[in-house]
T-cell receptor
């Protein structure tokens, strides 16, 4: 067990709605990254936060946004949900200076109907 | 940019037999390499990592991998598998100075009695 916790575990939304997913990083970790894993695929990088600032972003539209809080917990927000947003969303935490080793939570399964 | 190719989408193997899961990568910069395992309906667990030094790295659950720079490969091996090793295995790379893991599409290992 990594110590990275995500909530909720499952979520069902309808197209056009907005969703917020939450992540609590492992103690001592100050970076948090979010990944999207579509069914049967490898995870795709969405973005990373470090010291409450976005540190880097993958090829995802602006309706995917995030926050990192002073206690290193994090949120992923997705606006105007589309059917293709249905996926497992994974949060990973790590420490800069440790070769970017990232430890993952169990994920949130989002279904968009 | 980096890319990761996992050469086998599915690998069936009998219990107690050896197994090799193949991973090739391409990158214009130096990278760190990782193998993660994903059990059904769970997040990703770090199996092992290559950061530097010895090209043979050992991980959890009896797995090991060998980094071959000339062939740009990082194949995962286990000399004797158990039923409990049935899972999805992901190879991933990250640039030495980067922050985003780049994953392969995964290899499904199915161990049968």
């Amino acid at each position: 067990e990594t110590g990275v916790t995500q909530s909720p575990t499952h979520l069902i939304k309808t197209r056009g709605q907005q969703v917020t997913l939450r992540c609590s990083s492992q103690s001592g970790h100050n970076t948090v990254s979010w990944y999207q894993q579509a069914l049967g695929q490898g995870p795709q990088f969405i973005f990373q936060y470090y010291r409450e600032e976005e540190n880097g972003r993958g090829n995802f539209p602006p309706r995917f946004s995030g926050l990192q809080f002073p206690n290193y917990s994090s949120e992923l927000n997705v606006n105007a949900l589309e059917l293709d947003d249905s996926a497992l969303y994974l949060c990973a935490s790590g420490e800069p200076g440790t070769k970017n080793i990232q430890y993952f939570g169990a994920g949130t399964r989002l279904s968009v109907l | 940019a980096q890319s990761v190719t996992q050469l086998d989408s599915q690998v069936p193997v009998f219990e107690e037999a050896p197994v090799e899961l193949r991973c090739n990568y391409s990158s214009s910069v130096s990278v760190y390499l990782f193998w993660y395992v994903q059990y059904p309906n769970q997040g990703l667990q770090l199996l092992l990592k290559y950061l530097s030094g010895s090209t043979l790295v050992k991980g959890i659950n009896g797995f090991e991998a060998e980094f071959n720079k000339s062939q740009t490969s990082f194949h995962l091996r286990k000399p004797s598998v158990h039923i409990s090793d049935t899972a999805e295995y992901f190879c991933a790379v990250i640039p030495n100075s980067g922050y985003a893991l780049n994953f392969g599409k995964g290899t499904s290992l199915l161990v049968t009695p």
